[in-house]
């Protein structure tokens, strides 16, 4: 168990909201940004944990105005942080400004991720993305010329008319850009989302499902030849570049949320704050406290998570580990199942963890969702 917390803070603000976004995060609200990042603020001054990771999610925190994050770095100046703190902001491409970067590095910040999806412009459009491929390229270099030498790019496969080609292209053309890390998420078609409401109209074809387990494989070799090293399902880094905030939810340790809609993992409570932002900001200001439910963890809750979470990884779930939070050996709980996988060639054990194989990850939602205890 690492000592200290990690931090997450959301802005939820975006210039447009994309077609398949279920994300707390909305447009045409830009009139509210300062008075989100006073409320912020004052969350984030309650913390009194040392402070090892952050990463600033959103939305989009780099279509911020410098106004707020000046208030908002006010109160991050404040923290106990890690003297190694990894600290991350996304941004999506045509957001970026040269000031902003170089007040980002003024603040510490020390790793992007970039929100780019696909190389081809016509499937950015039809993503409802506010960018183009030439945008991320600036976007790319302007960062790297301020001397940011830490970058993941987002990626998205099984995308609506995408083909391989398109997918093998997008891969090589990101990786002749040499970013440190890449993030390659499968498309997934959210309630609620214009994608949805389109997908079932039969208004979206998306991939069929063979294809897209192509695209999954081809990410995998490629980049392993390219030597990006797959640490998570979607997750590939070059050597000791891998995103230490998100092995903090990987690992099932404690993260503090700041900001409309965050969530919290602390001391086995899990708690979530108001996702309206004129909710959030009031809420706030009335008690500086903007979580509306909690729920607190029991045992069966912990081992469940720590198993959904840890098989994520490519290394899997350490035997040990897993005996140490719980004072129980993992097959007492989890021996049927386990076994189960194994004599399927589904999960392998080694080096005394528990993984899942390369034909497991293929079908890692129905494994894990055996992992659920009565």
């Excluded at 909305?26 to 402070?51: C, H, T």
């Excluded at 970067?101 to 003024?106: A, G, I, R, V």
């Excluded at 995103?243 to 708690?271: P, Q, V």
């Excluded at 140490?324 to 080096?351: A, P």
């Amino acid at each position: 168990m690492s000592e200290g917390v990690s931090l997450y803070i959301h802005i939820p603000f975006c210039k447009q909201k994309c077609l398949y976004c279920d994300f707390p995060s909305f447009s045409g609200k830009e009139n509210l940004m300062v008075r989100y990042a006073k409320a912020l603020s004052k969350e984030i001054n309650k913390i009194n944990r040392k402070v090892r990771t952050i990463f600033i999610g959103g939305g989009t925190p780099t279509y911020l105005c410098l106004e707020a994050w000046e208030i908002i770095k006010k109160s991050l100046d404040n923290l106990d942080k890690d003297k190694d703190i990894e600290f991350t902001v996304e941004g999506n491409p045509g957001t970026f400004k040269e000031e902003k970067l170089e007040f980002l590095k003024q603040i510490g910040v020390n790793r992007l991720s970039i929100g780019l999806q696909a190389w081809q412009n016509q499937l950015l459009k039809k993503l409802g993305r506010i960018h183009t491929r030439e945008d991320f390229e600036q976007s790319f270099y302007m960062a790297r010329k301020c001397g940011f030498k830490n970058i993941n790019v987002d990626l998205m496969f099984g995308l609506p008319d995408q083909t391989l080609n398109q997918w093998i292209e997008t891969l090589n053309n990101v990786m002749d850009m040499k970013p440190e890390h890449l993030s390659c998420y499968s498309l997934i078609i959210e309630e609620g989302t214009p994608f949805y409401k389109m997908y079932n109209g039969d208004k979206l074809k998306v991939p069929s499902e063979e294809l897209e387990r192509n695209m999954y494989e081809k990410t995998i070799s490629i980049l392993e030849e390219n030597e990006y090293y797959q640490y998570e399902i979607s997750n590939f880094s070059k050597r000791n570049k891998e995103c230490k905030h998100n092995l903090t939810y990987w690992d099932l340790e404690d993260y503090i949320g700041c900001g409309a809609g965050a969530h919290s993992y602390i001391d086995g409570i899990r708690y979530r704050n108001e996702i309206n932002i004129e909710k959030y900001i009031d809420k706030i200001n009335e008690n500086e406290i903007a979580s509306v439910e909690n729920h607190k963890n029991i045992v069966k809750d912990d081992m469940e998570e720590f198993m959904f979470m840890g098989l994520r990884k490519i290394k899997g779930i350490s035997i040990k580990e897993f005996e140490r939070r719980f004072e129980t050996n993992i097959y007492s709980v989890y021996g049927d199942v386990i076994y189960k996988y194994k004599n399927l060639n589904l999960l392998n054990e080694r080096e005394g963890h528990i993984a899942l194989s390369k034909k497991g990850i293929q079908v890692s939602n129905t494994i894990m969702s055996e992992f659920i205890l009565d």
